[in-house]
């Protein structure tokens, strides 16, 4: 096999702020929200929902947290609650407030059913199991809509109404806000005399659209992102985040042709902040880590591949994959970065060898479907135990899993790798952004080869998309405008696999 030569990402004229001009935005804005909320529970503006809309990476929950606390030093706000859509995305938060606030102040409420409550959790906060549990001055309490949704009356009878009349919570944030549907949003809304969104605009819901029965109508679509039925209402305020933690500066540009609407979008990460290096591989291998190690997304379609048992159950695709991480864990890699204060300022410096990681997932693997995850955990499995692996060092899960997850490297098949036309699985816009945006070092995407010659011929595809009639960008326009921010090479083999 020859060297590889990459073609370079299509460059990104506009100016970007890092660092603490960066994050002095995402200040800007969140003071916004925390006034908005606080002139809603005085009565000052008539409104009934907030909404901070946030890009991938930007740091919500800090802000989320920030207003908890200062929505409790109203006068007019007794209790607040806090919900999600899965347990995963309450735990950490409810941790954190925990923490923050103390045990007495905090209460999660979660199925005595679940295996998963982390160990050590309730001593943190107010552990329950029922509505009737919930301490009557339990000030904050967390827990998913689904349990919300069912048994919010339950605890209703139990606590009463707050400061601000009936409703037993007189603020009700909603993290990851834009994964919620209509249909379960709409019976928790009755609960929280005001609700606060946050969450990030680009990510799944856990209901695709297309499957609306009431297409064309606005006012009555369960199914879509439960805030994008408030825009422009008038009891409503919509609050963007202009600036994002996660990506380098490398991989803003990426960010936004997802967020090409926005009227800005800054990375708090400066050139040069992250990166890899890599002590060992060579060939191919040492050519992909090469180019993947500065932080630029990186695209390697490879060619010359023995047919796949499917376009998204490709095994010969996750061989060249094995080989490549085989010679990048053989070697090791040193984890550079520079670590911020709560401004946004470089604070210090960290190198962090691969077999010293901290506990955060190093690098994951994704795919779309279950069946190439279980072929991408067999690898994983392998790898771990030829080269001895630490715990965290290595995983494999699907893209929808791992939305709202971060890790240092991803490497992820293209959800168009092999496919003969976009459908509504493989060209989601969503799935999409979640496999691009997990990485805070380095991201490689792999495909086979015909990226390109798919999107020129795919046809039209009528439809908004959220599934009611009209017009839209195409799919494949939006994939397009994503891979110009790659640097691209191909991989000819010589011989398959």
Not at 132 to 141: I, K, N, Y
Not at 296 to 312: H, K, N, Q, S
Request: glycine fraction near 10%.
């Amino acid at each position: 096999m020859a060297d590889l030569t990459f073609t370079l990402s299509v460059a990104d004229e506009l100016s970007a702020n890092h660092h603490d001009g960066a994050a002095t935005g995402n200040a800007v804005a969140g003071e916004g929200a925390l006034e908005a909320l606080s002139d809603a529970l005085t009565g000052r503006l008539e409104l009934q929902r907030i909404l901070l809309r946030a890009a991938a990476g930007a740091g919500k929950s800090f802000i989320l947290k920030r207003m908890v606390a200062e929505a409790l030093e109203q006068p007019l706000c007794a209790r607040v609650g806090v919900i999600a859509f899965a347990n995963k995305q309450v735990y950490p938060l409810a941790a954190d407030l925990g923490e923050s606030l103390g045990r007495d102040r905090v209460c999660l409420w979660v199925s005595k059913k679940r295996t998963d409550i982390p160990e050590g959790i309730d001593e943190i906060v107010t552990l329950v199991h029922k509505a009737s549990e919930v301490p009557l001055d339990c000030e904050v309490v967390l827990t998913v809509s689904h349990m919300l949704k069912g048994q919010g009356p339950a605890l209703t009878k139990v606590l009463g109404g707050g400061a601000l009349g009936d409703a037993v919570f007189d603020v009700l944030l909603v993290d990851e806000a834009w994964q919620l549907p209509m249909w379960l949003y709409e019976p928790c809304a009755k609960f929280g005399a005001i609700s606060v969104g946050v969450g990030d605009v680009g990510q799944l819901p856990p209901i695709d659209g297309q499957d609306n029965p009431w297409r064309g109508d606005r006012g009555h679509n369960p199914y879509r992102a439960w805030p994008t039925a408030f825009e422009g209402d008038q009891h409503t305020v919509a609050i963007d985040l202009p600036a994002v933690w996660r990506p380098t500066a490398a991989q803003l540009p990426l960010w936004r042709a997802f967020y090409e609407d926005w009227d800005a979008l800054d990375c708090v990460a400066g050139p040069g902040d992250r990166s890899l290096e890599v002590l060992g591989a060579t060939g191919v291998a040492g050519d992909v880590w090469a180019q993947v190690a500065d932080g630029t997304p990186t695209l390697v379609e490879v060619d010359g591949l023995p047919p796949a048992d499917a376009p998204d159950i490709d095994g010969p695709l996750l061989g060249v994959v094995e080989r490549w991480l085989d010679e990048l864990l053989g070697g090791g890699f040193v984890v550079h970065e520079v670590v911020y204060d709560n401004d946004g300022r470089p604070a210090e410096q960290r190198a962090v060898p691969m077999r010293e990681a901290d506990g955060r997932p190093l690098i994951a693997v994704l795919a779309t479907r279950n069946q190439a995850v279980d072929d991408a955990q067999e690898m994983v499995d392998r790898l771990i135990e030829r080269h001895d692996l630490p715990p965290g060092v290595i995983t494999a899960n699907t893209v929808d899993s791992w939305q709202g997850q971060t890790n240092v490297l991803t490497v992820v098949v293209h959800p168009l790798s092999g496919a003969g036309a976009l459908d509504d699985f493989n060209s989601a816009f969503g799935r999409l952004a979640v496999a691009c945006t997990r990485a805070t070092h380095g991201l490689l995407m792999v495909s086979r080869s015909g990226l390109s010659d798919l999107l020129a011929v795919a046809p039209a595809r009528p439809g908004t998309p959220y599934g009611e009639p009209g017009t839209r960008q195409l799919p494949r326009q939006t994939h397009a405008r994503i891979l110009g921010t790659f640097a691209r090479a191909t991989l000819e083999l010589s011989v398959p696999g």
